[in-house]
C-alpha cells in the first residue's frame, strides 16, 4: 500500500494543476479589475467568493485524486440519474434569474445543476462506450442519443441553457467519433442530419426564447440594433480591440468597470482580460489552457483502460469547447450563449465542477503506473 501511494505522488501530474490554479488566480485578479468600481461590500462579494470556491475546490480535487476513478465506473448510473432528478428539480423549485431557470437552493448556496451534470453525462457516457464493441453501430448510436442525450438535451433547452445543452452534443459526438464508427453508419449519420436539418432547425428555432433569437440574430447583423440585442457583442469587440498589442495594464482598462460591457465579470471576461492586457497577454493565457489541453490528451494516451481514456477525452474536449465558444463569441465569431471560459469566469458551480474534472484527469494519469507491473 506505501509503494502504490509513493507511486501515486511521484506520478501525480503538477503540471495539470499548476495550470488550473494560475488561470483561476488570473481569473480571481481580472474579476477584481472588473467590479472594481462597486462599493466595498459588493466588491468584495465577488472575488472573495471565487477565492472561497477556489480553495474548496482545490480541497475537492484533492479528494477526487485520492480514489481509484475506476470506482467512479460503477455509479455511472446513479450519477446520470442524479443528475437528471436535478435537472427535473430546477423546474419545480428552481430559482429564476436573467430569463432562466437553471439554479437551485440548498440553505444559503445556490448552486447550477447543469454544471455539475456534463460532468456526469461525460462519466455515463465513457462507461456506455466502455461496454459496447468498437467500432460504435447503427444500434448503439441511436441508444446513446435516445437514451442518454435525448432528455438532457431537451431539459436544458426548457431552462434555457442553450450553452450546456449543445457542449454536451459536442461532447457525446467527439467522444463516439474517438471511439469509432462504422464507415456505413458515418454515412448515413450525415446524410440523415443533412436532410432533417431544416426541420429540425425550425423546431430548435420555435423552442428558444426571445432573448436567445435576439443574441443569434445580433450575432448575424449586429448592426440591426446596436444599442439592443447586438450591445453585447459590439461592447466586446470593442473591449477586446481596445487592449491592442500590450494592453491598458492590470486596474486600467475602462470598458468593464464603467459598465460598457455587461456581464464582464462572467460570459465576458475574457473581454476585460484582453483589454488590460493586450494581444501579447492573451497568447501568454492561450497557452496555458493549450497546455491543460494536450495535458489531457496526453493522459487520455496513457491511461490504462479505455474508460479512462473515454474519460479523460470527454473532459478534455468539454473544456476545450468552452474554451472556443466562450472566446469566439467574445471575439464576435460566435453567437452569445453564455458560456463561461473554464476557470476564469466568476460563477461557483462552474468553478467547483471543473475543478473535480482537472481532479479526475490527475487521477487517471497518476494511476497508469498500474500499465507497468
Avoid at 128 to 157: E, G, N, Q, W
Amino acid at each position: 500500500m506505501l509503494n502504490v501511494d509513493r507511486r501515486l505522488i511521484k506520478n501525480f501530474d503538477w503540471i495539470t494543476l499548476s495550470v488550473v490554479i494560475l488561470i483561476s488566480l488570473i481569473g480571481i485578479m481580472t474579476i477584481y479589475s472588473a467590479t472594481r468600481p462597486l462599493s466595498a461590500e459588493e466588491h468584495s462579494a465577488f472575488y472573495m467568493k471565487q477565492v472561497t470556491w477556489l480553495i474548496l475546490g482545490l480541497i475537492t480535487l484533492f479528494l477526487v485524486v485520492s480514489f481509484d476513478y475506476v470506482w467512479i465506473s460503477r455509479y455511472a448510473l446513479i450519477l446520470y440519474i442524479t443528475g437528471i432528478i436535478l435537472l427535473v428539480a430546477v423546474f419545480i423549485m428552481g430559482k429564476t434569474g436573467m430569463g432562466a431557470q437553471r439554479w437551485l437552493r440548498l440553505g444559503p448556496i445556490s448552486f447550477q445543476p447543469s454544471e455539475f451534470f456534463k460532468l456526469f453525462y461525460i462519466i455515463m457516457l465513457a462507461r456506455y462506450l466502455t461496454i459496447i464493441k468498437s467500432p460504435v453501430d447503427t444500434v448503439s448510436l441511436l441508444r446513446i442519443f435516445l437514451f442518454i442525450t435525448c432528455v438532457p438535451f431537451v431539459l436544458l433547452i426548457k431552462q434555457p441553457d442553450l450553452g450546456t445543452a449543445l457542449i454536451i452534443i459536442g461532447i457525446s459526438l467527439s467522444l463516439v467519433i474517438a471511439k469509432g464508427l462504422h464507415k456505413k453508419v458515418a454515412v448515413l449519420f450525415i446524410i440523415i442530419c443533412l436532410i432533417s436539418m431544416p426541420f429540425l432547425g425550425n423546431i430548435f428555432w420555435e423552442g428558444l426564447k426571445e432573448y436567445q433569437k435576439s443574441r443569434i440574430v445580433a450575432f448575424i447583423e449586429p448592426e440591426v440594433d446596436p444599442a439592443g440585442i447586438g450591445y453585447h457583442l459590439t461592447q466586446s469587440k470593442i473591449t477586446v480591440g481596445s487592449g491592442k498589442f500590450f494592453g491598458k495594464g492590470y486596474m486600467h482598462g475602462t470598458q468593464g468597470p464603467f459598465r460598457f460591457l455587461p456581464e464582464k465579470h462572467t460570459d465576458f471576461i475574457f473581454a476585460v482580460f484582453a483589454e488590460e492586457w493586450g494581444f501579447f497577454g492573451c497568447i501568454l493565457l492561450f497557452l496555458f489552457y493549450l497546455i491543460l489541453i494536450m495535458r489531457g490528451l496526453d493522459t487520455a494516451r496513457l491511461a490504462k483502460d479505455d474508460f479512462g481514456r473515454l474519460l479523460a477525452l470527454g473532459i478534455t474536449f468539454m473544456f476545450l469547447i468552452y474554451f472556443l465558444i466562450n472566446v469566439g463569441m467574445t471575439l464576435g465569431i460566435m453567437p452569445v450563449v453564455g458560456v463561461p471560459l473554464p476557470f476564469m469566469s466568476y460563477g461557483g458551480t462552474a468553478l467547483l465542477s471543473n475543478l473535480i474534472a482537472a481532479g479526475i484527469l490527475i487521477n487517471i494519469r497518476a494511476r497508469r503506473f498500474e500499465l507497468f507491473h
